[in-house]
Protein backbone atom coordinates (compact mmCIF):
# COMPACT_ATOMS: atom_id res chain seq x y z
CA UNK A 1 0.00 0.00 0.00
CA UNK A 2 1.08 3.57 -0.73
CA UNK A 3 -0.31 5.86 1.85
CA UNK A 4 -0.25 9.94 -0.29
CA UNK A 5 -0.06 13.24 1.84
CA UNK A 6 -1.92 16.04 0.71
CA UNK A 7 -2.05 18.73 2.85
CA UNK A 8 -4.60 21.41 0.84
CA UNK A 9 -5.00 25.70 1.79
CA UNK A 10 -7.16 28.12 -0.49
CA UNK A 11 -6.64 25.47 -3.51
CA UNK A 12 -10.38 24.65 -4.18
CA UNK A 13 -9.89 25.82 -8.19
CA UNK A 14 -7.21 22.79 -8.52
CA UNK A 15 -7.80 20.05 -5.81
CA UNK A 16 -10.48 17.92 -7.55
CA UNK A 17 -8.10 17.70 -10.45
CA UNK A 18 -5.30 16.93 -7.92
CA UNK A 19 -7.24 14.07 -6.74
CA UNK A 20 -8.67 12.60 -9.43
CA UNK A 21 -5.35 12.32 -11.20
CA UNK A 22 -4.13 9.84 -7.99
CA UNK A 23 -7.62 8.17 -7.25
CA UNK A 24 -7.23 7.07 -11.23
CA UNK A 25 -4.10 5.83 -11.36
CA UNK A 26 -3.11 2.35 -12.18
CA UNK A 27 -2.10 1.21 -9.05
CA UNK A 28 -5.50 1.47 -6.92
CA UNK A 29 -3.77 -0.06 -3.62
CA UNK A 30 -3.21 3.50 -1.98
CA UNK A 31 -4.55 5.64 1.48
CA UNK A 32 -5.33 9.45 0.26
CA UNK A 33 -5.00 11.11 3.45
CA UNK A 34 -5.83 14.91 2.83
CA UNK A 35 -5.50 17.86 5.26
CA UNK A 36 -7.41 21.13 5.20
CA UNK A 37 -7.81 23.88 6.89
CA UNK A 38 -10.80 24.24 9.11
CA UNK A 39 -11.90 27.77 7.66
CA UNK A 40 -11.11 27.00 3.95
CA UNK A 41 -14.91 26.57 3.57
CA UNK A 42 -14.80 25.81 -0.22
CA UNK A 43 -12.11 23.06 -0.11
CA UNK A 44 -13.99 21.21 2.16
CA UNK A 45 -17.24 21.45 0.57
CA UNK A 46 -15.29 19.95 -2.30
CA UNK A 47 -13.69 17.32 -0.15
CA UNK A 48 -17.52 16.27 1.46
CA UNK A 49 -18.92 15.37 -1.82
CA UNK A 50 -15.72 12.82 -2.25
CA UNK A 51 -17.06 8.89 -2.05
CA UNK A 52 -13.95 6.66 -2.49
CA UNK A 53 -13.40 4.85 0.58
CA UNK A 54 -9.71 5.17 0.26
CA UNK A 55 -9.63 8.67 1.04
CA UNK A 56 -9.19 10.47 4.47
CA UNK A 57 -10.07 14.02 5.33
CA UNK A 58 -7.93 15.42 8.43
CA UNK A 59 -8.91 19.02 9.62
CA UNK A 60 -5.88 21.13 10.49
CA UNK A 61 -6.43 24.25 12.95
CA UNK A 62 -4.19 26.62 10.99
CA UNK A 63 -2.39 26.88 7.64
CA UNK A 64 1.18 25.14 7.72
CA UNK A 65 2.24 22.77 5.01
CA UNK A 66 4.89 20.99 7.46
CA UNK A 67 2.27 20.91 10.23
CA UNK A 68 -0.35 19.37 8.00
CA UNK A 69 2.08 16.69 6.55
CA UNK A 70 3.44 15.85 10.17
CA UNK A 71 -0.71 15.47 11.05
CA UNK A 72 -0.90 12.86 7.87
CA UNK A 73 1.89 10.81 9.28
CA UNK A 74 0.27 10.14 12.43
CA UNK A 75 -2.63 9.13 10.22
CA UNK A 76 -0.53 6.77 8.23
CA UNK A 77 -1.95 2.78 8.23
CA UNK A 78 0.13 0.19 9.32
CA UNK A 79 -0.08 -1.56 5.92
CA UNK A 80 1.36 0.70 4.00
CA UNK A 81 4.57 0.39 2.63
CA UNK A 82 5.48 3.98 1.38
CA UNK A 83 4.52 7.09 1.76
CA UNK A 84 4.33 10.24 -0.77
CA UNK A 85 3.51 13.89 -0.18
CA UNK A 86 1.78 15.61 -3.02
CA UNK A 87 0.62 19.00 -3.36
CA UNK A 88 -2.92 19.83 -4.12
CA UNK A 89 -2.34 22.12 -6.93
CA UNK A 90 -0.06 19.74 -8.97
CA UNK A 91 -1.02 16.69 -11.88
CA UNK A 92 0.05 12.99 -11.02
CA UNK A 93 0.83 11.71 -14.32
CA UNK A 94 -1.25 8.78 -15.38
CA UNK A 95 0.48 5.36 -14.45
CA UNK A 96 3.25 6.86 -12.77
CA UNK A 97 2.30 5.58 -9.06
CA UNK A 98 2.35 1.81 -10.38
CA UNK A 99 5.70 2.75 -12.19
CA UNK A 100 7.95 4.61 -9.77
CA UNK A 101 6.48 1.79 -6.89
CA UNK A 102 7.47 -1.01 -8.96
CA UNK A 103 10.90 0.88 -9.42
CA UNK A 104 10.91 1.19 -5.83
CA UNK A 105 10.45 -2.55 -4.71
CA UNK A 106 12.75 -3.85 -7.65
CA UNK A 107 15.60 -1.41 -5.89
CA UNK A 108 14.47 -1.86 -2.61
CA UNK A 109 14.39 1.72 -2.54
CA UNK A 110 14.24 4.01 1.10
CA UNK A 111 13.22 6.84 -1.26
CA UNK A 112 12.31 6.92 -5.14
CA UNK A 113 13.05 10.27 -6.18
CA UNK A 114 11.73 11.08 -10.01
CA UNK A 115 11.85 13.77 -12.82
CA UNK A 116 8.65 16.08 -13.32
CA UNK A 117 7.28 18.77 -15.53
CA UNK A 118 6.90 22.50 -14.35
CA UNK A 119 4.03 23.94 -16.34
CA UNK A 120 1.85 27.05 -15.51
CA UNK A 121 -1.60 27.49 -14.28
CA UNK A 122 -3.45 26.21 -17.03
CA UNK A 123 -0.96 23.33 -16.95
CA UNK A 124 0.34 24.85 -20.68
CA UNK A 125 4.09 25.54 -21.37
CA UNK A 126 5.68 21.81 -20.30
CA UNK A 127 9.34 22.11 -19.26
CA UNK A 128 10.93 18.96 -18.20
CA UNK A 129 12.75 18.99 -14.77
CA UNK A 130 15.47 16.12 -14.65
CA UNK A 131 16.72 15.65 -11.29
CA UNK A 132 20.35 13.83 -11.09
CA UNK A 133 21.86 10.56 -9.96
CA UNK A 134 22.32 10.51 -6.29
CA UNK A 135 25.48 12.26 -4.96
CA UNK A 136 26.15 12.03 -1.25
CA UNK A 137 28.37 15.48 -2.14
CA UNK A 138 25.82 17.43 -4.17
CA UNK A 139 22.88 17.04 -2.05
CA UNK A 140 25.00 18.75 0.37
CA UNK A 141 25.73 21.45 -2.28
CA UNK A 142 22.01 22.05 -3.40
CA UNK A 143 18.88 20.02 -2.85
CA UNK A 144 17.61 18.19 -5.80
CA UNK A 145 15.68 15.86 -4.61
CA UNK A 146 11.25 16.59 -4.79
CA UNK A 147 9.45 16.36 -2.10
CA UNK A 148 7.08 14.24 -4.25
CA UNK A 149 9.53 11.26 -3.82
CA UNK A 150 8.19 7.93 -2.60
CA UNK A 151 9.56 6.99 0.90
CA UNK A 152 9.41 3.88 2.94
CA UNK A 153 7.22 4.56 5.72
CA UNK A 154 9.45 2.65 8.10
CA UNK A 155 12.39 4.93 7.02
CA UNK A 156 10.13 7.88 8.08
CA UNK A 157 10.46 7.69 11.58
CA UNK A 158 13.82 8.67 12.81
CA UNK A 159 13.67 11.90 10.97
CA UNK A 160 10.02 13.36 12.10
CA UNK A 161 8.63 15.62 12.80
CA UNK A 162 9.28 17.01 9.70
CA UNK A 163 10.69 21.17 9.98
CA UNK A 164 11.83 23.32 7.70
CA UNK A 165 15.04 24.25 8.95
CA UNK A 166 15.84 24.22 5.58
CA UNK A 167 14.59 27.48 3.34
CA UNK A 168 15.65 25.45 -0.09
CA UNK A 169 13.14 22.37 0.50
CA UNK A 170 10.81 21.89 3.19
CA UNK A 171 11.98 18.16 3.59
CA UNK A 172 15.94 18.61 2.41
CA UNK A 173 17.09 18.51 6.45
CA UNK A 174 15.81 14.77 5.78
CA UNK A 175 17.16 13.76 2.37
CA UNK A 176 20.38 15.29 3.59
CA UNK A 177 20.05 13.10 6.68
CA UNK A 178 18.72 9.81 5.43
CA UNK A 179 22.11 10.57 2.69
CA UNK A 180 24.33 10.90 5.86
CA UNK A 181 22.89 7.27 7.57
CA UNK A 182 23.44 5.78 4.24
CA UNK A 183 20.04 4.90 3.59
CA UNK A 184 19.27 4.30 -0.18
CA UNK A 185 18.23 7.12 -2.55
CA UNK A 186 17.33 6.04 -5.94
CA UNK A 187 16.63 8.14 -8.73
CA UNK A 188 13.67 7.36 -10.81
CA UNK A 189 14.35 8.68 -14.24
CA UNK A 190 11.36 9.54 -15.45
CA UNK A 191 8.60 12.30 -14.88
CA UNK A 192 6.01 11.62 -12.06
CA UNK A 193 3.81 14.44 -12.35
CA UNK A 194 3.36 18.13 -13.60
CA UNK A 195 4.08 20.78 -11.08
CA UNK A 196 1.55 23.70 -11.29
CA UNK A 197 3.74 27.23 -10.90
CA UNK A 198 1.06 30.29 -10.04
CA UNK A 199 0.79 32.85 -7.53
CA UNK A 200 -1.18 31.24 -5.59
CA UNK A 201 1.31 28.26 -4.78
CA UNK A 202 2.44 26.67 -1.54
CA UNK A 203 5.61 28.28 -1.85
CA UNK A 204 4.61 31.30 -3.12
CA UNK A 205 5.47 34.33 -0.52
CA UNK A 206 2.02 35.68 -1.13
CA UNK A 207 0.90 33.17 1.21
CA UNK A 208 3.88 33.25 3.70
CA UNK A 209 2.88 34.91 7.07
CA UNK A 210 3.55 34.21 10.77
CA UNK A 211 7.20 32.84 10.12
CA UNK A 212 8.34 33.65 13.72
CA UNK A 213 7.78 33.95 17.17
CA UNK A 214 8.89 36.05 20.08
CA UNK A 215 7.85 34.21 23.39
CA UNK A 216 7.38 30.75 25.50
CA UNK A 217 6.22 30.43 28.63
CA UNK A 218 6.50 27.30 30.29
CA UNK A 219 4.36 26.58 33.54
CA UNK A 220 5.37 25.56 37.05
CA UNK A 221 5.90 22.35 36.36
CA UNK A 222 9.67 21.11 37.10
CA UNK A 223 10.09 17.88 35.27
CA UNK A 224 9.04 20.43 31.98
CA UNK A 225 11.32 23.02 32.85
CA UNK A 226 14.66 20.82 32.95
CA UNK A 227 13.30 19.20 29.67
CA UNK A 228 13.52 23.03 28.46
CA UNK A 229 15.93 24.02 30.45
CA UNK A 230 18.12 25.90 27.85
CA UNK A 231 14.91 27.58 26.62
CA UNK A 232 14.52 31.44 28.17
CA UNK A 233 11.50 31.36 30.31
CA UNK A 234 8.93 34.57 29.90
CA UNK A 235 5.61 35.43 31.39
CA UNK A 236 2.62 34.59 29.53
CA UNK A 237 1.53 38.42 30.14
CA UNK A 238 4.53 39.61 27.74
CA UNK A 239 2.24 37.79 24.69
CA UNK A 240 0.99 39.43 22.52
CA UNK A 241 -2.37 38.42 20.56
CA UNK A 242 -0.51 37.37 17.17
CA UNK A 243 2.04 35.68 19.19
CA UNK A 244 2.03 31.50 20.17
CA UNK A 245 1.79 31.13 23.69
CA UNK A 246 3.30 28.02 25.74
CA UNK A 247 1.51 27.05 28.61
CA UNK A 248 2.40 23.80 30.30
CA UNK A 249 0.74 23.47 33.55
CA UNK A 250 -2.47 23.86 35.12
CA UNK A 251 -4.53 24.40 31.88
CA UNK A 252 -7.73 24.00 33.52
CA UNK A 253 -7.24 27.03 35.38
CA UNK A 254 -7.42 29.09 32.60
CA UNK A 255 -10.18 27.97 30.70
CA UNK A 256 -12.22 28.24 33.29
CA UNK A 257 -11.46 32.37 33.05
CA UNK A 258 -11.31 32.04 28.99
CA UNK A 259 -8.46 34.09 29.86
CA UNK A 260 -6.09 31.68 27.24
CA UNK A 261 -8.03 31.72 24.78
CA UNK A 262 -7.56 35.81 24.24
CA UNK A 263 -4.35 34.52 22.20
CA UNK A 264 -3.91 33.66 19.02
CA UNK A 265 -2.41 30.56 19.17
CA UNK A 266 -1.99 28.13 21.66
CA UNK A 267 0.67 25.22 22.78
CA UNK A 268 0.07 23.23 25.43
CA UNK A 269 2.76 20.56 26.31
CA UNK A 270 0.72 17.70 27.78
CA UNK A 271 2.36 14.87 30.45
CA UNK A 272 1.36 13.18 32.82
CA UNK A 273 0.61 16.27 35.14
CA UNK A 274 -1.82 17.92 32.93
CA UNK A 275 -3.28 15.37 30.68
CA UNK A 276 -6.52 14.96 32.80
CA UNK A 277 -8.10 18.19 31.27
CA UNK A 278 -7.50 17.24 28.10
CA UNK A 279 -11.56 17.07 27.54
CA UNK A 280 -11.41 20.78 27.96
CA UNK A 281 -9.67 21.73 24.87
CA UNK A 282 -10.32 18.89 22.88
CA UNK A 283 -13.29 21.36 20.73
CA UNK A 284 -11.17 24.54 20.94
CA UNK A 285 -10.04 25.92 17.84
CA UNK A 286 -6.29 27.66 18.46
CA UNK A 287 -4.86 24.79 20.59
CA UNK A 288 -2.28 22.58 19.44
CA UNK A 289 -1.33 19.63 21.46
CA UNK A 290 2.54 18.38 21.96
CA UNK A 291 3.74 15.74 23.69
CA UNK A 292 7.04 14.00 24.54
CA UNK A 293 5.87 10.62 26.31
CA UNK A 294 4.84 7.68 23.99
CA UNK A 295 1.99 7.08 26.69
CA UNK A 296 0.27 10.74 26.71
CA UNK A 297 0.46 10.49 22.84
CA UNK A 298 -1.65 7.53 22.45
CA UNK A 299 -4.06 9.24 25.17
CA UNK A 300 -4.00 12.40 22.52
CA UNK A 301 -4.63 10.02 19.50
CA UNK A 302 -7.57 8.26 21.22
CA UNK A 303 -9.02 11.43 21.81
CA UNK A 304 -9.06 12.37 18.69
CA UNK A 305 -7.51 15.99 19.42
CA UNK A 306 -6.36 17.50 16.08
CA UNK A 307 -3.09 19.24 15.68
CA UNK A 308 -0.76 17.10 17.64
CA UNK A 309 3.12 16.93 17.71
CA UNK A 310 5.28 14.42 18.92
CA UNK A 311 8.74 16.49 20.31
CA UNK A 312 11.90 14.26 21.06
CA UNK A 313 14.02 17.04 22.60
CA UNK A 314 13.61 20.82 23.37
CA UNK A 315 14.86 22.19 19.74
CA UNK A 316 12.04 20.18 18.16
CA UNK A 317 9.88 22.46 19.97
CA UNK A 318 11.40 25.14 18.69
CA UNK A 319 11.25 24.15 14.71
CA UNK A 320 8.11 23.38 15.62
CA UNK A 321 6.89 27.20 16.24
CA UNK A 322 9.58 28.24 13.59
CA UNK A 323 7.57 26.42 10.71
CA UNK A 324 6.95 28.42 8.02
CA UNK A 325 3.15 29.06 7.79
CA UNK A 326 1.34 29.55 4.19
Known sequence: MISILLPTFRHHKYIEEAIES?????????ELIVVAVYNDNSTI?????????????????????????????LEVSEKSDYTM????????????LESIYNFAIKNDADVAYPDFYRVDKNLEKRVRVRSVPYSHNELLKGCYITDVSLVKRKSWNKYLPLTNKDAKNRIYRVWKEMSRDKLKLCHYANPTFLYRQHNKNIHSKENASQKNFKFIAVGRNKKLRKFYKDIELVSVNCISKNHFVVYFSNPFKYIRHQEIFKYK???????????DAIDLFIDKLNIYNITHDDDILKILKEKE??????????????????????
Open 22 to 30: ILSQSYSDI
Open 45 to 73: DILKKIKDNRVKVVISNYACITHQWNLAL
Open 85 to 96: NFASDDIMIKGS
Open 265 to 275: KIVIHWDHSNI
Open 305 to 326: VSNICFIKNPNDLLDYLREERY
